[in-house]
């Protein structure tokens, strides 16, 4: 069977993203082995400094890179393809700011019940999911793409405001549990906790391949989509949910991680060459994963000299490509 030029690219990047895994896996001041993975995973013993290293380091930040990549990248691709701009993005579009605003909330409102790992993962849902439907109707009555951007650029600056009000009253330990989560980390997913982070990320993933048909048909604008029958307010309505949950979840469990949603898929598709998002969903999927496993590899490398947040590595590698994305405009 022969292959075309845009599935050799997938299988590339697939094996791109295994060998970037296994480099990440193998990178830290503790030497740990392949037998050492695999008794960590069925056969762990406790007392064991590299099972015990790997159970509860290495396997679930990987895992965690993987799959916030993976959710990332197609939260990004979704909006950008609904709202037919490059530069749009949940973090640009304040999607990442509406979930932001909702965990500050939720782990310095005081209420137990909001503290949970249950409570703010909705939080964090709930709020990306009401932000995305306030820029879903705006978008319906601001047909200019710049404005639409800045009204997401205001709702993340509203947020911020209120994030800092709520801070100002909130004591010094939640104010430093926020803080540091707000810096970003793909260390504070759990062991216990990827099955069911894996089963959402990539149960919703799988969910937006359904929507291959309606997303090559909104590349050529609404009102030839609704000629050719497609329903467009489910679509959209169904768009911003999946980016909701995806977004929703990551931000909860790790933070706001920026600009890796709205890289991802411009330098997928400058690669791939092709509006079929059968290849745009798993390229910028597979793509994101290993942009998030380099930059972790970075911050592990460096981390004998400076200790950096995986935020200041995706932006130094996501806004020279929102400038270039400007400048490709004029």
């Known amino acids: 069977m022969i292959l075309n030029k845009n599935s050799r690219l997938l299988l590339g990047l697939t094996i791109v993203l295994l060998v970037t895994a296994a480099c990440n896996l193998f990178i830290g001041q503790v030497n740990i082995t392949g037998i050492d993975y695999w008794n960590a995973l069925f056969d762990f013993n406790a007392q064991e400094n590299a099972h015990l290293t790997a ?16 959710a990332l990248s197609i939260s990004g691709l979704l909006m950008q393809t609904l709202f037919q701009n490059p530069l749009a993005g949940p973090y640009v579009l304040g999607l990442n700011s509406g979930a932001s605003l909702l965990v500050a909330l939720a782990t310095m409102s005081g209420f137990s019940v909001f503290s949970t790992d249950l409570g703010v993962v909705s ?16 978008s319906i009555y601001i047909r200019s793409k710049v404005s639409l951007l800045l009204v997401g650029i205001m709702l993340g600056s509203f947020s911020g405001a209120l994030i800092n009000i709520i801070q100002t009253y909130s004591d010094a330990n939640q104010l430093k549990a926020f803080t540091l989560w707000s810096f970003g980390s793909l260390s504070n997913v759990q062991f216990e906790q990827l099955g069911w982070f894996a089963l959402v990320i ?14 090559n048909i909104l590349v050529l604008g609404d009102q030839n989509a609704y000629f050719l029958g497609i329903k467009i307010k489910q679509v959209r309505f169904v768009i ?11 931000t909860a469990l790790c933070g706001p991680i920026a600009f890796i949603g709205l890289a991802v898929p411009n330098i997928c598709k400058l690669i791939f060459k092709t509006t079929n998002h059968f290849y745009l969903l798993l390229g910028s999927a597979l793509l994101g994963a290993i942009l998030l496993l380099l930059c972790d590899c970075a911050i ?11 935020n200041a590595i995706t932006a130094l590698i996501g806004a020279p490509v929102v400038v270039w994305i400007i400048l490709k405009k004029f």
């Open 202 to 215: 990539l149960g919703t993933a799988i969910i937006s391949l359904l929507l291959i048909k309606p997303l």
């Open 240 to 250: 911003i949910s999946i980016t909701a949950i995806l977004t929703g979840t990551v």
């Open 123 to 138: 939080s964090a849902l709930i709020g990306a999911f009401a932000f995305g439907l306030l820029i879903l109707f705006t």
């Open 300 to 310: 592990q490398l460096l981390s004998t000299h400076i200790a950096i947040p995986i």
């Open 55 to 70: 159970r509860v380091f290495r396997i679930p930040k990987v895992t965690t890179a993987i799959l916030a990549g993976i």
